[in-house]
C-alpha cells in the first residue's frame, strides 16, 4: 500500500473555520495524488475537540457535505492527540475493502479561552484519578521530565537544545506556525516557568490546522510512497497505573511491531517524526524507538545527531513543538513531512538521501501509539 | 463473518460511571461468547458526547485500562447516533486483520441539565447553517413529520401507534429504559407538544447504557450469528442541502448495499431494527428499506404488521422510543435484539422461526446510515 497523495494547510492561529481547513487539506491531498476524486472508495476524519470547542460533532457528515454526492462510507476516529495516525492506522486496513482512501484531520482550537483549552485538553487525560487531582497534561509530562533528568543525569539544557533545533527546522517549513520566529537559545532559557522544570518553550503550542493523506493499494507514479508498517497500541489512561514513566510502554509495543513488518531496524530510519507534545518526549520517543539506548538521548542532541545534517534527523518540519501541534491533524502532518522527505521534496530543509521514514504519533501520556513506518517506492 | 458474543447494561437513569457502564457491556459480551478475551485482537469503541457531557475523551485508552494487559489496537468511532453501527462497520473491515474483535458503545447522559443535553444533542447536526438558526433535533424531525404528513396523509395518530407499539414491546424487554412503564394511547395523545406535530410521546429518552458485541471471522457455535451485509453511507449534515425530507437518501443507499451483499431482498426480513429517535423516523426507515412503499408505513402501523406477532415485527425491543437511547450505545443494542431474536432467545418477546434480521442505525437526520443484516447460523 502506498501514500499517493499528501495536503495540508498552514499551521497557526488561523481564520478559517474547521469545515474550511478541512475543506483545504482535503482538495489539496486530493489534488496532490494521481488518483481521481471519483475512484476515493472510504473517506476517515480524525478530530479530537471539535465537539467542546466548536461544538461540531459528526464530523463525517460535514466531510460528506464538501465531496460531490458520492454517499461515501466516512467515519469520524478519536484518539486524543494521536487521532490523525489512528485513523490513517484504521484507512490502512480499510484497504482490505477498497481501493483508495482518503485520510483528513483537523483541528481548530485558538477560538477558546485558555481556561477552555485547558479543560478540554484534559479530556485526553483520566479524568476521575487523575485530571481531578490537578495532573493536567504540562504536569503529567512535568513528572516524565523530572524522573528522566534523576535516572539518566538528563539537564533542562538538553530539553531547550530540542527546542532550538525544532524553532531553527520550522524556520525552513513554510507552513509550521511559527515559521516567521527567530527564537534564540537564551529566549528558551529565559521563558517562565510552567510546570517545573518544564517551561514555555518545552510545551507545543496551540493551533489551528488540517492535514490530509490519499492512500492507495497499488502504485502507478515513483512520486508515490510505500507504507510499510502501520501499528497501534495503547495503555492504561492513568499514570497511577504506570509501571514507569520514563518510557511509553505503548510506544515501545506499536514500533516493535511496525519495524518487524517492515522488516528494518532503528539503524534503517533516515528521517524520523516523533511526537515532542513537549520536548522531554522527544528524547522519550528517541529512546522508546530503539534509535538510542534509554538514557542515550541526552548525548545525541548535545551531538547534534538529530538535526537536519545529522545521523537521524527527527522532526524536520519543526515537530509538534514548533511546525504547530491541531491535535487532529498532526498525525497526518507527520506523514505529510515524511513523504515530502522521501519523495526528496522537502527544499531547504531536506534530508539527503531519505530513503526509510518512521513517524510516532502519542495520545495522552502514551494512553495510545501510533507508528508508521514509509519507506520510498524506488 | 459472525456475532459470537453480545452484552449489555440497563438502559436508562443509572447511577453507574461511563467506565463502569463500559465495563458491564464488554466483560458481558466476552462471557457470552466462547473467544477467551486473550484472543480478542482489537476494539472498538463507540461514543458520541462523552467530551462534552463527562469530560472524557481517549476512550480507546480508558477501554485499554478495563482489559488485561493487552496493549492492544483500541480506535474509538463517533459518527453521531450512529456511532455504534459505525463501530461495528469497521470492525467488521478490520477481520481482515483480526481473528475476533469487540467492539463496544456507551454514553452517559444524564448527569447533564436539559440545556447542556440540548447544546450536546445538537453538535451532531449542523453547527453553522442549522443549529445556530434554532434548527435543533426535535425541529429537524418535525419538519420530516410535517413533510410526510403532507405528502402522504400520515397523521398523528400513526405516530401514536408507533410509540405504543415500541412501548407495549419495552415491557417485555427486562432491560429497557422504560420496562417499568405502563403507557396508554391515552396518554400518549395528551402529552405536551415538543416540535409540533411531535409530541413527548414522539421522541426518544435521554439515556444511559452501554452495548457490546464480539465479531469474528470464523464460528464453531450454533448460537452464532452470521453478518452477511454491512454497509455505510453519508449524506450532507445541513438539511438545507437535501433534495427531500421524507426519506434518508443514505439510508437507501446503505440498505440497497447491504440487501446486495448479503443477496436477500425486503420481502426475506423477519425482524428489523430502526432508528426511531423520532417516532416518524421509523414511518421513514420502513420506506426507506424497502419494507413498503413510500407513503405506506401508515397502512402497516395501523393494520399492527409490524407487532411482535406481525408480518415484519420492528423495534421489538421497545425501540429507541422505549428500550432507550444511550447514543454511543443504540447501534449495539440493535445488533443486541437481533443476535437475540435470530438465537431463540428473547423469552416473552420472541418472533416466532426469526431467521433474517437487519439493524438501522443513523446519524443526525441521515448525515450518516449504517445498515448490518444478520443470519441465523443454521
Redo the contacts between chains.
Keep these: 500500500m502506498y501514500v499517493t497523495g499528501i495536503g495540508r494547510t498552514k499551521f497557526g492561529t488561523l481564520t478559517e ?1 474547521m ?1 474550511e481547513l478541512i475543506y483545504q487539506a482535503m482538495y489539496n491531498a486530493i489534488n496532490d495524488s494521481p488518483i481521481p476524486i471519483e475512484e476515493i472508495g472510504a473517506v476517515y476524519v480524525s478530530n ?2 471539535g ?2 470547542s ?5 464530523l ?6 464538501l465531496l460531490p454526492e458520492l ?10 492527540c494521536a487521532s490523525g495516525s ?1 485513523a490513517l ?2 484507512g490502512i ?2 484497504l ?2 477498497f481501493e483508495n482512501i482518503l485520510i483528513v484531520g483537523v483541528e481548530k482550537m485558538t477560538g477558546s479561552t485558555s481556561a477552555e483549552s485547558s ?2 485538553l ?7 484519578a487523575d ?1 481531578m487531582q490537578g495532573l493536567i497534561f504540562p504536569a503529567h509530562y512535568a513528572l516524565v521530565a523530572q524522573q528522566h533528568m534523576k535516572k539518566y543525569g538528563t539537564t533542562h539544557e538538553d530539553l531547550e537544545l530540542v527546542a532550538f533545533k525544532n524553532h531553527n527546522n520550522s524556520r525552513l517549513n513554510p507552513l509550521a506556525h511559527f515559521n516567521h520566529k527567530d527564537v534564540t537559545l537564551e529566549m528558551i532559557k529565559n521563558a517562565p516557568v510552567i510546570a517545573s522544570p518544564l517551561n514555555l518553550f518545552d510545551c507545543s503550542p496551540i493551533s489551528d490546522g488540517a492535514a490530509a493523506v490519499v492512500i492507495s493499494k497499488n502504485s502507478n507514479s515513483d512520486r508515490d510512497v510505500k507504507v510499510t508498517g502501520s ?8 499514570l497511577s ?1 504506570r509501571k514507569e514513566h520514563t518510557s511509553l ?2 510506544a515501545k ?1 506499536a514500533s516493535t511491531q511496525a519495524y518487524e513488518l517492515a522488516g528494518i531496524t532503528p539503524k534503517d530510519l533516515d528521517i524520523v517524526e516523533v511526537h515532542d507534545c513537549f520536548t522531554i518526549n522527544e528524547l522519550v520517543a528517541m529512546e522508546d524507538l530503539g534509535i538510542c539506548n534509554p538514557g542515550e538521548s541526552k548525548n545525541w542532541i548535545r551531538e547534534g545527531r538529530t538535526s537536519i545534517k545529522g545521523d537521524v534527523p527527527i522532526n524536520t518540519d519543526g515537530g509538534l513543538k514548533a511546525d504547530g501541534h491541531p491535535i487532529g491533524a498532526t498525525g497526518l502532518a507527520q506523514v505529510f513531512e515524511v513523504t515530502t522527505q522521501l519523495r526528496g521534496e522537502a527544499g531547504e530543509r531536506q534530508v539527503d538521501g531519505a530513503e526509510i521514514g518512521l513517524t510516532h504519533n502519542i ?2 501520556v502514551g ?2 501509539a501510533v507508528v508508521h513506518i514509509l519507506e520510498r517506492r524506488g
Design positions: 473555520s469545515p479530537f475537540i465537539g467542546p466548536e461544538k461540531q460533532l459528526h463525517n457528515s460535514v466531510v460528506s457535505s454517499r461515501l462510507p466516512i467515519i469520524r476516529v478519536e484518539t486524543a489512528s492506522y484504521q486496513i480499510a482490505s475493502r479543560q478540554n484534559g479530556m485526553a487525560g483520566d479524568r476521575t485530571q501499528a497501534l497500541a495503547t495503555d492504561h489512561i492513568s497505573h510502554e505503548a509495543v495520545g495522552g494512553g495510545t
